[in-house]
């Protein structure tokens, strides 16, 4: 199996494709990538609860050889997580405290003050989450960490499609919802204060890294995620790196040219106690 060549959809073309390709990836990375814990769930803050994160996709492919130079492409995205009613439900053979959460993405481009997005370019999941899954840094000395989040049920929505019920029984948050990768290696620096638009908090920077290689491609993760507990979901600030490089299959692996990176910046802007839910499900 070439990782190296599915990857490559995702640094490259439209970015609705690239969505569809990062699917990819990630079933691929359930096989060859380290353990690792989603990132975005740390804490599951009171109903009602939003916190929305805006920021960069900045992509680069390297072209040496042309004459119009290195490409250079960038989008905008938007996250929403949002905090919605509480219920009993069962899981694992038991009772429990769930909650339903939404995770709204959008992607585009900003014209005239306002995110267009185009097709493949907005993602809705809604998911019922038992409250004992989510143990905040606790997860990262876990036996088994959590890469995906447990789910009850969910739905999920793509562009303005139908609302279709999930058939897993986890929400996957890498990479489709966030290109945070947290593997269970990372280091856990100590509480700094970080100021982004949504407030001042008292973060810890996590830093985390993976490779993947195959004959002819390695591609490279370098994540820094802010995380204070106490903010709404936890994360408060993310910067991810993706580095591509390639090589000839028969060459040596000192032969590795990059071929293109991307870098993501993300930041809570804004928070909230009055979500309602946008996902109407059947």
């Not at 690239?18 to 740390?42: D, K, N, T």
């Not at 995110?115 to 370019?121: C, N």
């Amino acid at each position: 199996m070439n990782i190296g060549k599915k990857f490559i959809s995702v640094l490259g073309g439209s970015f609705g494709g690239q969505l569809c390709s990062l699917a990819i990836v990630a079933l691929l990375l359930v096989v060859v990538s380290p353990a690792r814990a989603q990132g975005l769930l740390w804490n599951l803050p009171e109903s009602g609860t939003w916190v929305r994160y805006s920021g960069q996709y900045r992509q680069v492919t390297l072209r040496p050889q042309s004459e119009q130079g290195d490409l250079s492409l960038q989008w905008q995205r938007i996250l929403e997580i949002r905090s919605l009613e509480r219920e009993q439900a069962e899981y694992q053979g038991k009772e429990q405290t769930c909650v339903w959460l939404e995770f709204e993405v959008m992607t585009g481009q900003q014209v005239d003050g306002q995110l267009e997005v185009g097709p493949g370019s907005k993602r809705q999941y809604k998911v019922l989450v038992p409250e004992s899954v989510v143990t905040g840094k606790k997860s990262l000395k876990a036996d088994v960490p959590l890469a995906f989040i447990p789910i009850v049920k969910g739905y999920r929505q793509f562009d303005t499609g139908k609302v279709e019920e999930m058939k897993a029984e986890v929400l996957q948050v890498f990479p489709i919802i966030s290109q945070v990768f947290v593997s269970v290696d990372a280091k856990v620096n100590n509480p700094e204060e970080v100021s982004v638009p949504a407030g001042t908090f008292q973060a810890s920077r996590i830093d985390s890294s993976f490779v993947i290689e195959d004959r002819s491609s390695r591609t490279t993760n370098q994540t820094q995620l802010w995380v204070d507990e106490k903010a709404p979901f936890g994360p408060v600030k993310w910067s991810v790196r993706i580095d591509r490089e390639e090589k000839n299959v028969i060459d040596p692996r000192d032969q590795f040219k990059k071929h293109a990176e991307m870098v993501i910046q993300m930041e809570a802007v804004q928070t909230g106690t009055n979500a309602t839910s946008k996902l109407v499900t059947p």
